[in-house]
């Protein structure tokens, strides 16, 4: 382990060299140190100094950022293992401490590993239930209405920021609709409304509809504050990038002071995204030049100006999951888009997760059925049903009926309204 960490605490050099290095020679020492720590295995990551202390008691993360996160993400999966001299209160401390004295510069090649570090602080934290923290201890003190419509609004806005549209859309939802006596909406509820719009388009590349639980004095005070919002959704939709783009220049400090600007410009480049994948409704096949054509760019009010530009777009869509078909090359070199008529191509490991979540849903569902099941059949009002169906039966030219039976008539009357 010392000659394995004395190679790795080479990069960044310190002290810092008279000379600073170059942005390029940055790049390379960082990617060549992060590529040897990936071909490392987990047993020498786990391993002590010669002195017998943990490197992570050694190596100073605000200095050397990157191989502190492989050292102590191998000894989070080594937790996870259950693997014996492993202290999660021990690596709860590092893990923190970490996310308060990390390197910026060094981990913005480490957005992986950061997510490991912040899932691991996040699990640890909701698993601490400590019978001493009540609101009577003054340890914590009773949630008010704005401590939930925060919750929802924040959990929205992290959404937000990792892109996971339809998490962020149902955080949001929760805000918007939250209950309110009249003239009694929060201006949390109002900013949650305004991004809930932005998110929506990003998702479905349409204007949704307010859900049905938003009360009234909400969505009217929804439709007067982000008139705005609105204009740009609706643009979104029906109209063209030039109108767009100018409607969206046209707020730009209101987009700015709400905290919305880089929401607003992922609508931007969303826009000729949802052109392209409009096409599928048309065409099964399609030239990337046609498609230079067909659509238009939001950022710029005007068409692409080079097939590589738009062969770049189509790729990053194909790449992550947004565009269900295949980039080929027809027999004079030209591009040409394929379209998937089943949809997205799902990976082994997705199929695996799909077919899992089913299972567990199909599990949930039967376990509910069951419970149902049971508490009907020992009804009170359900087993005098029964009992007078039987007895009807016996009176019925002397023939026997199966009291069971899916046939039998039995009196109007709701057997349910005792369980609800």
Known sequence: MDNFLSRMLLFPPHPAPLVPLSDSQYDAGITSQIETLKKTSEKTLLQSTAGGESPLDVINPSLNTVPYIYILNAHIAAAYKNEKGINIDNLWDKATSFLHSFDPRQIRYLGEELQDIMS??????????????????????KLKPLDVLEYFYYSGSIYIGLHKWDAALEMLENAITYPVNEGGVSLVMVEAYKKWLLVGILQYGR??????????????????????????????????????????EFGRQ????????????????????????????????????????????????????????????????????????????????????????????????????????????????????????????????????????????????????????????????????EMY
């Open 254 to 417: 209101l987009w700015t002071d709400d905290g919305n600007f880089g929401l607003m410009y992922c609508v931007l480049c969303a826009y000729q995204k949802f052109q392209i994948r409009n096409l599928t409704n048309v065409y099964s096949k399609i030239g990337a030049a046609d498609i230079m054509s067909l659509t238009t760019s939001a950022e710029t009010g005007v068409k692409l100006t080079s097939i590589k530009q738009i062969e770049d777009l189509i790729q990053s869509m194909i790449a992550d999951g947004t565009l269900p078909a295949t980039m080929i090359r027809d027999q004079s070199g030209h591009a040409v888009l394929a379209f998937s008529p089943t949809g997205p191509v799902l990976s082994e490991t997705q199929v695996q997760i799909d077919l899992v979540a089913s299972t567990r849903r199909i599990q949930s569902l039967a376990k509910q059925i069951k419970v149902t099941d049971r508490v009907l059949t020992h009804d009170k009002r359900y087993l005098d049903s029964a009992q007078r169906a039987k007895s009807k039966a016996k009176k019925v030219g002397g023939v026997t009926m199966d009291p069971m039976d899916w046939n039998t008539v039995i009196e109007d009357e709701d057997i349910m309204t």
């Open 120 to 141: 691991f602080v996040a699990e640890v934290a909701s698993q601490q239930h400590q019978s001493y923290v009540t609101i009577k201890s003054s340890l914590t003190t």
């Open 207 to 248: 204007v949704l509809q307010l859900p049905k639980t938003t009360s009234a004095p909400a969505a009217k005070a929804y439709h007067i504050i982000a008139k705005p919002y609105e204009a740009v959704a609706s643009i979104f939709e029906t109209g063209s990038a030039a109108r767009l783009k100018s409607e969206a």
